[in-house]
């Protein structure tokens, strides 16, 4: 009896601590805003905690529909997408790629696709969204981290997204996203892009996902551009496999057109 | 492109059904979403995979058979509306309902499906 009370005194100075004294084991070092010792690869003795956050268990279909609004571009970026836009009409209305398909949207359109569920896994430090289109994985940190300088970070697909709880709204804030990829409807932005995303549940239908984005580029937008998705749950569903280079029906032609084949 | 045309002209030419599938994998725009096209076919092939499931059939025209692919959404939407990896196997007699490509090749975007036992899925005239 006294053992297992001391066992439990052990464990509540770990948990104050953030963890046991951690030797650097691996190459790399605590991210920026974080000490040694701290962060969401220390996450044993915090998963209780967990259980205060909001139910988003099943997997989340998008909802279609609601009218898309245009971004209000400037200088090159709105001339650029003038330019797109004439190709697309003069194309029958099919846009031209210069990537496979088989390569994702990328943020803060893979948020948006119509045909590929999501689902949410809260774990200490960090929330990660499983999507089924491409099996991609978004990693959002919510151990108190902040974004690395925009000149050190790697620009990607998904970006650096980091989060906080603010009640029951997930608050992301994401940035360092590949300026190659249109973040809507062929739109273009800077390596400035910086998306931030309202995700909580519909307080009038807790079986709809809400997230409400905002996109801001001193570049490349005018003013704020706002999108809203919403998505369905189902509570049973799961995620099926992606492999895209397996069952490829359309390749895309040296002159950047969608094969059907 | 002269074959095309004809095998279009000897299939019913319907009136547009409300389906417009948003952001996927690709654009939707290669269909002509304003035109539903009935194809009385044998079912070939069924590939219940991502990012589309497809359907491959044979369809007879004038004593001469096409080849036609048929994309769908993912197997995982397809599901949510009651489709399953075992509705079609080859030799099934079924009626299809697709948006055809604009560019006039034996292909299009699926719709509705009436099955070999007279069952539907998906939106059906």
């Avoid at chain 1, 963890?19 to 790399?28: D, F, M, N, T």
Wanted: proline share 8%; aromatic share 8%.
């Amino acid at each position: 009896m006294r053992r297992t009370r001391n066992i439990l005194i052990a464990c509540a100075a770990t948990l104050a601590l953030g963890g046991l004294a951690h030797a650097q084991s691996g190459g790399s070092s605590p991210p920026e805003g974080l000490a040694e010792g701290q962060g969401a690869g220390f996450a044993k003795g915090h998963y209780a905690a967990l259980d205060s956050l909001p139910d988003w268990g099943g997997v989340w279909f998008l909802n279609r529909g609601g009218p898309s609004t245009q971004p209000k571009l400037k200088g090159d970026y709105q001339s650029n997408w003038d330019a797109w836009k004439a190709d697309v009409a003069a194309n029958n209305g099919v846009e031209k790629r210069n990537r496979s398909n088989c390569s994702p949207p990328g943020m803060p359109r893979i948020m948006q696709l119509a045909q590929y569920p999501y689902e949410f896994i809260f774990s200490p430090g960090r929330v990660t969204i499983n999507q089924e289109a491409w099996m991609q994985t978004r990693t959002i940190w919510t151990d108190g981290r902040t974004h690395p300088p925009l000149e050190e970070l790697d620009p990607t697909y998904m970006g650096h997204s980091i989060g906080h709880w603010e009640g029951d709204t997930l608050v992301v804030d994401t940035i360092g996203i590949l300026d190659m990829l249109p973040f809507s409807n062929g739109a273009l932005h800077s390596d400035k892009f910086h998306v931030t995303e309202r995700i909580h549940l519909n307080p009038d239908n807790p079986d709809v996902l809400v997230n409400e984005m905002v996109m801001e580029d001193p570049e490349a937008l005018a003013e704020p551009f706002k999108a809203t998705a919403t998505y369905r749950r189902d509570r049973y569903g799961v995620l099926y496999e992606f492999q895209c280079s397996e069952n490829n029906r359309n390749p895309i032609s040296p002159d950047g057109e969608t094969v059907f084949e | 492109m002269k074959a095309i045309i004809k095998s279009l002209l000897a299939l019913a030419v319907l009136a547009p059904l409300p389906l417009a599938p948003a952001a996927a994998h690709h654009s939707y725009a290669m269909f002509d979403m304003s035109k539903t096209v009935e194809l009385k076919a044998t079912v070939t092939r069924f590939k219940w995979q991502n990012p589309h499931a497809f359907i491959e059939i044979d369809v007879p025209v004038k004593g001469q058979t096409e080849r036609w692919a048929i994309e769908m959404t993912s197997p995982n939407n397809l599901q949510q509306s009651g489709w399953k990896r075992t509705s079609l196997k080859p030799g099934d007699k079924i009626t299809l309902y697709i948006h055809p490509l604009r560019n006039g090749s034996k292909g299009g975007s699926y719709v509705g499906v009436r099955l070999p036992d007279g069952s539907t899925l998906g939106e059906v005239k």
